[in-house]
């Protein structure tokens, strides 16, 4: 119903970030651990901004070029809208999948530049629509000049619902996702590049979570953003309740596709490289709450940022970092699991019913349906 | 004879192997998915070996050097008591601990000789302990001889129980753990390495548990052997269910405590080293469901071996690999994450209450409580 | 049509694999250790297919969009034009740049699909057109088709040279390198993705070579193929000797410029993907002989992969892998650093001097001047 | 001569550290790139101490347990007799060696207490004895005290000449190495861990060199240990000359033998651990000058660490990193090649002649020898 609204008007929605009026994990009762920030979401790091561009046009037969389109690009801009460097890590669980810009943060522990997300066949066109959106910003007049950077892109494949094959994403996409970036409440579910998403052979996409941390005499946020397409459904745990098990109608045409997850960590905590590593492998455990087990197929990689600045100082060319001490990163870690699990869950209660090519239906997870599991196992939240 | 001594003064078991007569959690009624082998060990796989040498001796003040000793030694045998190698994966979840021999399998894939796990600081000597055993065993007379090897051995940090910094592990009790090594079940909790160990602030130790899988045309078997070290008392998850936030009293006198994971997996399965890394990082999976979050402090390093034969031929020099299919990998990593939380579910139902130096008791977890709450819950199996 | 408009305003080379007629490092008396194949080139494997795109068009003052061009594309298909997975691996030694397909290699040890090696401004566009290249070749018609692959795209900077912010490389560029591509000798120098690249301050770019090595009972080849954009003159060695020291003029109007190499190293060598990840390690020794020591700012990355099949049976779903031998490993250890050196030094010794963007020079390393130092170490080989 | 006199005595050499009088590479004529710190040595480094047990005793025929004894064990210790932490980073080239301690280096980037060297076989009670020590200095009164560490211990294989199976290094060896551990000038060859080493068929072991550099406004030293024990002699170039190729006489009885290198890297640039690993990466360059391409068998491992300063605020519980802006990298790249292919040369230049078990003679490379073949390449420094 809002789909075939949606359809009918061929809307192509450029880098929207309204606040959300749907029920999210929280509101239907599901128990979470742990405080989220303001808008429990990502945005919730101070300067951190996200766009999305959702394409959700045409409908029934597949024809490959024209659609239906049911696909996107969701931005994630870790300085906002600067050429700062951020410190940045990263860690592939399941590597059947992409992320460019990885080898910098391999070696040099730092990331440059906004991260993007989209479908598997339009990694080449994000990556360097990124990369020409900097040099538009950012150019000097200097042939030496490098604003163009190595883009950062992470994908999940959504060729179940949408014509992917068709390339759908264009560089204006992507400069739209830019430049409507903003902080503030995110959108969740059928939205930027998790629009055509399947998760746990429910309707899955984009996800975002938050956690409020005390560390010394200072308080901090940690904040995942997921675009999750991954999971078959007899694994589906919810809060440690086997629901995909309970519900095992609402089964999408394919039931036995593997999927992938991409997943950012953003944190004002002081962290350098070699912590974000383990940040972002603290990723995996999120994950692993919600019942999957990293089948093949899969491209589970995670990043992880802090927003603190890294610039050397210009006389003695030191770049002063600040870092949690070791025995602080707990939690840290504790956080970025907590959020993973609320941002996958999140994201499959806020996705909805989609129709995509060949009329292929993907359902969304019932909230009905799901409190009475929890309420079945005394785990439903007051 | 300095054994027998040893066994005057308290109990030393060396490399026993015998059939456990204690509940599994399986008998008390966790719900645990897939089935496992015969013996639900890691002895279900073929030429599989496990043995143990247990120091549990003196009580009271802790005086370095004497005692209370509560601690041992494990090993895992994956071709058994010959000088076969074996393709060998793994991964550091957590690398706040040891595993020596992780260079000859990062680069070459290769494990060769018994694993031994132990507490942190005797992994030097149990590694000399295990080359030297080797080239008793193995060694030829030619002056280039390595059958000493380049020993694997784990560890996890048991000096809230035993007298750690008295170093009480000698070479004869690693000698007496291997020549006693043997197929068949095994026992578990305190016993071995994981003698004085303590996992969620329970009594933890040795647990161990395996998968029968069928692949294409046959059938094969994944074992995993846990020495659980780790986690914090809120944290705990059995079955998904707050274990941890219903068993607040049993706490032992250090409730912050960190701590340590090693996992070994093994399987008849045909994979090569690269698909053991995968295999070892599944094991994070498991470890995840039982609630932690991988806190600092910890080292959770995790090895996978399989027991196919790679000897390569004389005359063309090339060594023929089997390997599973990319699609049927998915088997075995269900089944490492399955066995992996029952194997570590199964180290706490088996552990039995201990004081240690200066009496710190730690308490098993207690198998009526933890049956009320899966009832509670609704998650009692029957 | 726009090809041939291409055509008429510049020198857009398509896909062309001419046999080179220009003396390369062994002609002019450079020694290098073993026997090459009969191409001296990476072609020498059988079955591996190279093509380029080379375009060198418009002259003088830069304008961005506009130019002067100065660049192209490099296409190494290792299985020919067939939808065939090979076993790949690979190696960062200097993260300061970017290969994508990364992950599927790093966990799966498995390669699909050709190789692309473009400026760094252009690899999404390349990565984008492999992958509908293979769609459009390979795909079924089946919605869940994979053929467009994760793509394996590496780059080097050429911005000294060429308007890289003008993005000059377009779908058909990749197109028309990845028809034309074929077997037997190919061109170094400025060609493909090595068009505009600087290397020790003299004109680099593409360069081969290849060594003939025998294991067991069977004769093999490795080759090596590279797009050379590192180094400052004064580290400059060749066959050992301060090359960069002796000839300190020629130098371009930036001499401090860094940059990065990509290597590409085939084989028919039955090896498994952790063996190939050793292989591509060795890349960094022949890198180290020609004197550079790892600067910042260059991504230095390496691919490896050989040629033998691996398809799973369709009944028992095991791929039987052949593998060289540990101990032989060492043959196909020194041909890699070997080729690698000559690959490096044929690329500077068949560049041409390159008038770029606001009229750049870069000069092309003096073949009499380094003979002459080469006799004056008494190095030259007859 | 020499040789026979310490036979004589049956000298175990605890923890020496005198000034070398023998002449040291540069002594010869060999031309190195850079400038030396005042001793040209690791103990540049401010703070930096090291320490040996050299064990030469009993000639003839092999007995195992008895000897010959050809060994030692060498001590780094990165920030003298302390129990500072310091940020370490480590590389392994090739994978077939040891070094224990890489886990914690790997995840939390720190270094704790002193770095050890010795034999293959006997790196566990180096790695044991290190553990004691530090335990015996810094233990605090509390139970849990980890002072015992996860101590760093390299090897290489000295079996050609030590009766490596005796295991013949023990606990007292390992102490007073550390205890007697100094600043200043230190031995070189056959000394320490290297004792019993080969280096490209001639008599190898322990070697040093540092650089002073100058980043920002300041001076800063990197030095460079090796224990030199790989190569074949065809391979071996001296300032890129075919040395090995030039002496074919004065082989072992063993000319095919595989080994191994462990290189420690240490500085008073500010480094984080990350950088650090790229720091170890650029090891691999400096042994590449010296011929060799990384065979089978031998363990390549490399360890770099910072000597800045690591502790916590107390308060915020943040730790401020310095570290040298990527720009200013390179100079510590160049620095870490040219040291580490001076260290070895200088282990190569101090060795002397030895003969070990069966009378086993490994000749040192002969001086005036040398001397020619670098005028003969018109290489001789003056």
């Not at 592939?92 to 440059?112: Q, S, V």
């Not at 999408?252 to 992938?260: A, L, V």
């Not at 025995?327 to 993973?340: H, I, P, S, Y």
């Amino acid at each position: 119903m809002k789909i075939a609204l949606l359809l009918l008007l061929g809307i192509t929605t450029l880098g929207m970030a309204h606040p959300p009026s749907k029920p999210r994990g929280r509101d239907i009762g599901i128990p979470f651990n742990g405080t989220p920030g303001k808008f429990n979401a990502i945005t919730d790091v101070p300067g951190v901004l996200v766009g999305y561009t959702t394409r959700i046009e045409g409908q029934g037969v597949w024809k490959v070029g024209v659609g239906p389109i049911r696909t996107g690009v969701t931005v994630v801009m870790p300085t906002g809208k600067t050429a700062k460097n951020y410190p940045a890590g990263y860690f592939i669980f399941n590597g059947d999948g992409e992320l460019t810009g990885i080898p910098p943060i391999h070696d040099y522990g730092i990331g440059f530049g906004p991260i993007g997300i989209t479908n598997t066949n339009s990694v080449g066109i994000v990556r360097d629509a990124i990369g020409a959106w900097c040099y538009q910003k950012f150019a000097t007049k200097n042939y030496l000049d490098f604003s163009f950077g190595l883009p950062i892109v992470g994908e999940t494949w959504d060729g179940v619902l949408n014509d992917i094959n068709g390339l759908h994403i264009q560089k204006e996409h992507v400069f739209s996702a830019l430049d409507k970036a903003a902080s503030g409440p995110i959108q969740e579910g059928n939205v930027g590049g998790g629009t055509g998403m399947v998760c746990y052979a429910f309707k899955g996409g984009t996800g975002t979570a938050s956690r409020v941390i005390t560390i010394g005499n200072k308080s901090y946020t940690v904040g995942v953003l997921v675009q999750a397409n991954f999971g078959r459904r007899p694994d589906l745990l919810v809060a440690g309740m086997p629901v995909g098990q309970e519900i095992t109608d609402l089964m999408p045409i394919i039931n036995e596709k593997d999927g992938s997850i991409i997943a950012i960590v953003g944190t004002d905590v002081p962290l350098v490289s070699s912590q974000l590593n383990l940040v972002a492998k603290r990723v995996t455990m999120g994950i692993a709450r919600t019942g999957t087990y990293g089948t093949n197929s899969s491209g589970d990689i995670f990043l992880a940022f802090s927003t603190q600045d890294v610039e050397p100082d210009p006389i003695t060319k030191i770049t002063t970092y600040k870092s949690i001490g070791k025995a602080n990163l707990d939690v840290v870690f504790k956080a970025t699991v907590e959020a993973t699990e609320e941002a996958i869950i999140n994201a499959l209660v806020a996705a909805e019913t989609m129709e995509g090519i060949n009329n292929h239906k993907v359902y969304a997870l019932p909230h009905d349906r799901l409190r009475d599991i929890l309420k079945k196992y005394n785990r439903l939240q007051k």
